[in-house]
């Protein structure tokens, strides 16, 4: 293929081929933590933001707030959260990770770096800045059409 005859659909496909590659060794690597990929972001997400609640997981990861609660009796069962009432609001629970939730975060985030430097291996930083700003152009392009779907939902 001439650099200057390579067909959309095959830039895309290469892109899916990425994702997907990805996603299984993440998955690989990340199995060694004893949690599931649901489980794995949910507590990735209550890293972030400590003392969160069930509500604002359930708005964070865009699922609802009953698909919440199944993962953190879960996880709760399993000693990788806490969740004790807010003292101003009983309906509200805090979230925080126990000591065990912590050290499979912090076990993930080695594997989400190795991983990272092993996929830019042999790029120099001018290639991953060229990709970087590629690829922000594609998701421009994929949020506009995003916005004429949510145009046209909101006028039915």
């Known amino acids: 293929m001439e650099n200057n005859r390579i067909k959309n659909k095959d830039v895309i496909s290469q892109l ?48 609802s707030p009953a698909t919440i609660a199944v993962s953190l009796k879960k996880l709760e069962k399993e000693g990788y959260i806490n969740r004790e009432k807010d003292e101003t609001d009983n309906r509200l629970n805090k979230i925080t990770l126990t000591e065990i939730g912590n050290s499979v975060v912090e076990q993930s985030k080695q594997i989400f770096k190795s991983t990272d430097e092993k996929v830019f291996e042999e790029f120099t930083q001018d290639e991953k800045y060229t990709l970087f700003v590629l690829l922000k152009k594609l998701n421009a392009n994929l949020e506009k059409m995003e916005d004429v779907i949510k145009l046209g939902k909101e006028r039915t």
């Open 16 to 63: 899916i081929i990425f994702a997907i590659k990805h996603r299984k060794i993440m998955q690989n690597y990340l199995d060694d933590t004893g949690v599931y990929q649901a489980q794995h972001r949910l507590l990735m997400a209550i890293s972030h933001t400590p003392n969160t609640s069930q509500i604002d997981l359930a708005k964070l990861m865009d699922v």
